[in-house]
């Protein structure tokens, strides 16, 4: 008789979790390189974003910086955090409408009958999924450079700026993986990135220094501490907007509490994706 996790598993033969996740990650890295359309289209989006916000809001924010304590730094610097944000987070909701094409073609179930386990298989799709982020972050990344931002702490800077975003691509996956495997409907989940995505970012110190009326909803925004986190790396100092930290100096004072915050959050929703994923696996096996 066979038990449920025999079910979910499949039999052992001998593959290795690494080499199932390979397998997937390469499987995943396929249908980018045959249909490279999205990818390339939220890198164009980003570079857009960043052209477009410098431009308009140039002028208005170099003010609103000066006001904020940030004479001196170019606004173009000061945005450069927000724009890396939101390719990061327009990315990493596509991995939900992944799921869901599987989960409407039946790719999902035949994966999951396969002798690969299922952790596997969400394991190097993610994977896959943030080696495509790393992409577009350097490609934002050395536009910004090129238009006169300025990381100041160097390459150990710009190194983590990418943890930082591969911590908020992992979130905002797993969020709309949720999102895919409860509703099974792309459509929902292009209208949550939407309204995930700019109301997060605009109730945060992404684009123009915070105001106080919104500082008690940024002290909940996950996007709040990843943005600081990221102009910390940029800027070498501490920026930390909504909490007060001065136990570990300089910008390890913004660094620490936003890590841990990021962090935490994807412990607490990876959890909850793994576990839908185990019930949607179960389901489809049997």
Do not use: H
């Amino acid at each position: 008789m066979s038990t449920p996790d025999a079910d979910v598993v499949g039999p052992n033969t001998g593959n290795s979790v690494l080499g199932d996740a390979w397998v997937n990650f390469k499987r995943w890295n396929r249908k980018t390189v045959r249909n490279p359309t999205a990818f390339v289209l939220e890198i164009v989006v980003a570079v857009f974003s960043l052209l477009l916000f410098t431009a308009v809001f140039g002028d208005v924010g170099g003010f609103a910086l000066e006001r904020a304590g940030f004479a001196g730094v170019e606004y173009v610097t000061f945005l450069l955090p927000a724009v890396l944000l939101q390719a990061t987070m327009g990315s990493a909701f596509t991995s939900g409408m992944g799921l869901v094409s599987d989960l409407e073609s039946g790719m999902f179930e035949k994966v999951v009958v396969t002798p690969m386990t299922w952790t596997a298989v969400f394991a190097g799709k993610a994977a896959s999924e943030l080696a495509r982020i790393v992409l577009q972050l350097l490609a934002v990344l050395g536009l910004g450079v090129l238009m006169g931002a300025d990381v100041t702490t160097g390459v150990p800077g710009v190194l983590g700026i990418v943890v930082v975003c591969l911590l908020v691509g992992l979130l905002f996956m797993s969020i709309s993986n949720v999102i895919g495997l409860v509703t099974r409907d792309e459509e929902v989940l292009n209208a949550a990135s939407m309204l995930f995505m700019f109301p997060l970012l605009f109730l945060s110190p992404a684009f123009i220094p915070m105001s106080s009326e919104v500082e008690l909803i940024a002290t909940f925004n996950p996007v709040t501490y990843a943005v600081d986190a990221v102009r910390a790396f940029v800027l070498g100092e501490d920026v930390m907007t909504v909490v007060t930290v001065s136990r570990f100096g300089g910008m390890y004072d913004t660094l620490v509490p936003a890590f841990a915050v990021l962090v935490g959050l994807n412990v607490v929703f990876g959890a909850i994706t793994v576990s839908l994923l185990s019930r949607a696996s179960s389901a489809e096996a049997e």
